[in-house]
Nanobody, 126 residues
């Protein structure tokens, strides 16, 4: 039911910054979790970060802690991923996902989410 649309990807130099947006439509996200995942061709999606709609608790993959920050603007029904100190290893298709009933122990698993955006490509290259 909820449609997600990512934006903000592009080409960025190593050490640079990029901010991704995940806008939801078709209904306000009032509960649950929004997560960011990334994927390279031929590989499975891996967890990046997640945020709870109520309370705003955030969780991160170890590889991005201290460099990437997830946040939300509930009034705009949008979740952001601020990416700083980017590395070539961060290059991937970034997708946001929503799950109304995701529990803490499952937030790192793509199968826990029912709604996905199309993704936005981030390329870190010099």
């Amino acid at each position: 039911q909820v449609h997600l649309a990512e934006s903000g990807g592009g080409l960025v130099q190593p050490g640079g910054s990029q901010r991704l947006s995940c806008a939801a439509s078709g209904g306000t996200i009032r509960t649950g979790v929004v997560g960011w995942f990334r994927q390279l061709p031929g590989q499975e999606r891996t967890f990046v970060a997640a945020i709870f709609r109520n309370g705003g608790h955030t969780y991160y993959a170890d590889s991005v802690k201290g460099r990437l920050t997830i946040s939300r603007d509930n009034a705009k029904n949008t979740v952001f991923l601020q990416m700083n100190s980017l590395k070539p290893e961060d290059t991937a298709l970034y997708s946001c996902a929503y799950g109304a009933g995701v529990i803490l122990s499952s937030i790192r698993y793509p199968t826990a989410y029912g709604n996905w955006g199309q993704g936005t490509l981030v390329t870190v290259f010099s």
